[in-house]
């Protein structure tokens, strides 16, 4: 294979893994380990409601700084939208859906990535949401 030829292929795979942002994994188990229950990739999926066999989520960003992950405590009656109260913010990682629980909080229903960078009339910014 010609150097250009690596060179080209390199570059796409760095733009597409850049474009990807955001993932979450749905699990079974509170550990985030054993069978998933879901897998959501990309932009796309900047809302999921959780299903009901989940017990955990791992979630990542490309840049944590910018884009948040928020835990909300419903989803509407279709499982398309977040809503009811922000119970908390999520760490990157392995989340529990009981997590907030243990401080008064609900159980996780439904997550929502925001970007911080967004003015507030964006419905993917984090003012929006009331989160800074």
């Known amino acids: 294979m010609r150097l250009s030829s690596i060179i080209t ?18 699990f079974e188990t509170h550990n985030c380990k054993g069978g998933l229950t879901g897998a959501h990739l990309s932009m796309k999926y900047w809302k999921i409601p ?25 989803t509407t009656e279709d499982g398309h939208d977040c809503y009811g109260d922000v119970v908390g913010k999520l760490q990157e ?10 401080k008064g909080g609900q159980r996780i229903k439904c997550i929502m990535w925001c970007n911080s960078w967004a003015s507030k009339d964006k419905k993917y910014s984090c003012a929006a949401i009331g989160q800074e």
């Open 9 to 26: 292929l390199l570059a796409a795979a760095a733009g597409g893994s850049a474009w990807q942002n955001s993932l979450a994994y749905e």
């Open 93 to 102: 990682g392995c989340n529990d859906l009981d997590k907030f629980v243990s």
């Open 50 to 74: 959780m299903k009901n066999a989940s017990n955990s989520v791992v979630t990542y960003t490309v840049n944590k700084g910018v884009f948040r992950w928020y835990a909300y405590s419903a």
